[in-house]
């Protein structure tokens, strides 16, 4: 399990950390609170590497990512995301979240539906609304 590529992008004002295994169609790999990519996603990485491109998120506040001095929301999470997706270059892709990945993947489905091919959503609160 080596990376094919890791880095940083600029997005919206900090330096979101990312990296990528494998090759296919994107699958976006969000982390729960207080996590990492390696540390919720070892074991998908090491299962999935060979039939997607898995590409794993720190968010801010999170693993290498930097901080920023505003208020934490999963809506800002999913615009990051989206921002960072913007600068690799990937205009659809599948979203998997765990815990609070999980809900920062429905804002990302919610503001942000057309770069969204599937939504994988893993051990998340949600509320329905009418």
Same mark, same amino acid.
């Given at each position: 399990?080596?990376?094919?590529?890791?880095?940083?992008?600029?997005v919206n004002?900090?330096?979101?950390?990312?990296e990528?295994?494998g090759?296919g169609?994107?699958l976006?790999?969000?982390?729960?609170g207080g996590s990492?990519?390696?540390?919720d996603?070892?074991e998908?990485i090491?299962?999935l590497?060979g039939?997607?491109?898995?590409?794993?998120v720190?968010?801010?506040n999170?693993g290498?990512?930097e901080?920023?001095?505003i208020?934490e929301?999963?809506e %800002?999470?999913?615009d990051?995301v989206? +921002?960072?997706l913007?600068e !690799?270059?990937?205009?659809k @892709?599948?979203f998997?979240g765990?815990?609070n990945?999980?809900?920062t993947?429905? %804002?990302?489905?919610?503001?942000?539906? +057309?770069?969204?091919?599937? !939504?994988?959503?893993?051990? @998340?609160?949600?509320?329905?609304?009418?």
């Amino acid at each position: 399990m080596n990376p094919v590529e890791t880095g940083y992008k600029k997005v919206n004002g900090i330096q979101l950390y990312y990296e990528i295994y494998g090759s296919g169609k994107p699958l976006i790999l969000i982390h729960g609170g207080g996590s990492s990519i390696l540390y919720d996603f070892k074991e998908v990485i090491t299962r999935l590497e060979g039939k997607f491109q898995l590409i794993g998120v720190d968010l801010q506040n999170h693993g290498r990512s930097e901080h920023r001095n505003i208020p934490e929301t999963f809506e %800002q999470d999913a615009d990051d995301v989206a +921002g960072l997706l913007k600068e !690799l270059n990937i205009n659809k @892709a599948s979203f998997w979240g765990f815990s609070n990945g999980g809900s920062t993947v429905m %804002q990302i489905g919610h503001r942000h539906p +057309g770069i969204v091919e599937k !939504l994988i959503v893993a051990s @998340a609160f949600y509320k329905k609304t009418e």
